[in-house]
């Protein structure tokens, strides 16, 4: 046992003797491989759509017009992705960090950085000064474990910073129980909820969309599912949220809100054809306008106005 511990203790202080020197991080090379051969093909599929409506016998002006404009938008992300792959690069130095991408590169002192967040797709490092924009890895880069490690030893996690704030929080807030016994009873509780309501929300929708045999008692509850969710938040007294955030302690509906509606809308472009939605409009901003009230005079719910994700989080 004594001699795992030495080797993993001898493998860190070996890891961060290297990285006291320049470091680089480039897409890993399988990756880098795959998005080389992916690429050019959907350029060549994108670059077909763009000329498809002009080989036609019967130009069709209207496709042309809609066709065009989109195969070249997307041929033109497909270049810059190409780029991105080859110029993009994390490096680090003794003292810094630095991140060089297709338009500009950015550049962080390791000694004002307040700390990393780190989810599926990117590892993030945060300064210290608000003005100064994060920088982030992709997790597909070669030797990411490493970077990781060394992300940890040097920097807070900052996801587990605020996690520890808010379960700090709600083990706090009176409102959930008397005691911290009760609050504590509150969460757990709270979690099996909504782990339950989004379960079934998952396979409801997924069942109506893929074996509907039981269409009339699917598409109800469909309709039921976020009605119900949303009652659930209401009587949670801010315990249960709207929006799924990554690595909070805050159990959410956000699945039992979207994924029901979603396939409920499937469902109706799939199997009906509409030919006047005029009569449509009314109820729908109906419907929207109440949700909209109930959930925005809510006072647990708040919004940053300023960031676009507020709005696709609800």
């Known amino acids: 046992m004594w001699l795992y511990v030495c080797w993993v203790s001898l493998r860190k202080t070996l890891l961060f003797i290297n990285l006291n020197m320049k470091k680089e991080y480039r897409i890993a090379k399988g990756w880098e491989i795959f998005i080389w051969i992916c690429l050019p093909l959907l350029m060549i599929l994108f670059g077909w759509l763009g000329i498809m409506p002009y080989t036609e016998e019967k130009f069709n002006l209207t496709l042309a017009l809609i066709l065009t404009p989109i195969a070249l938008g997307l041929e033109f992300l497909m270049i810059l992705g190409l780029i991105d792959t080859r110029k993009n690069k994390l490096i680090i130095e003794k003292d810094k960090i630095i991140n060089i991408g297709i338009f500009k590169t950015k550049k962080l002192n390791i000694d004002n950085v307040k700390g990393f967040k780190v989810n599926k797709n990117y590892l993030s490092f945060f300064s210290k000064?608000?003005?100064?924009?994060?920088?982030?890895?992709?997790?597909?880069?070669?030797?990411?474990?490493?970077?990781?490690?060394?992300?940890?030893q040097q920097f807070n996690n900052l996801d587990l910073d605020e996690f520890v704030s808010e379960e700090k929080e709600i083990l706090e807030n009176k409102e959930f129980g008397r005691t911290q016994e009760e609050r504590e009873d509150s969460l757990v509780k709270a979690k099996k909820t909504t782990k339950i309501i989004n379960t079934i929300s998952w396979i409801v929708a997924l069942?109506?969309?893929?074996?509907?045999?039981?269409?009339?008692?699917?598409?109800?509850?469909?309709?039921?599912?976020?009605?119900?969710?949303?009652?659930?938040?209401?009587?949670?007294?801010?315990?249960?949220?709207?929006?799924?955030?990554?690595?909070?302690?805050?159990?959410?509906i956000h699945s039992t809100l979207i994924i029901p509606s979603l396939t409920l809308l499937i469902r109706a472009l799939v199997d009906f054809t509409i030919f006047d939605y005029s009569n449509l409009w009314s109820l729908i901003l109906t419907i929207i306008a109440v949700f909209g009230v109930l959930i925005l005079k809510d006072s647990n719910v708040q919004y940053d106005f300023k960031k676009g994700l507020t709005y696709l989080t609800t």
């Open 129 to 152: 000064n608000k003005r100064d924009k994060k920088i982030k890895v992709s997790t597909y880069v070669g030797r990411f474990g490493e970077l990781l490690s060394w992300s940890e």
């Open 207 to 252: 069942s109506t969309w893929f074996y509907p045999h039981f269409y009339q008692i699917q598409i109800i509850l469909c309709a039921i599912l976020p009605i119900i969710g949303l009652f659930i938040y209401k009587t949670s007294k801010g315990l249960i949220r709207l929006d799924e955030k990554p690595n909070s302690p805050y159990p959410n």
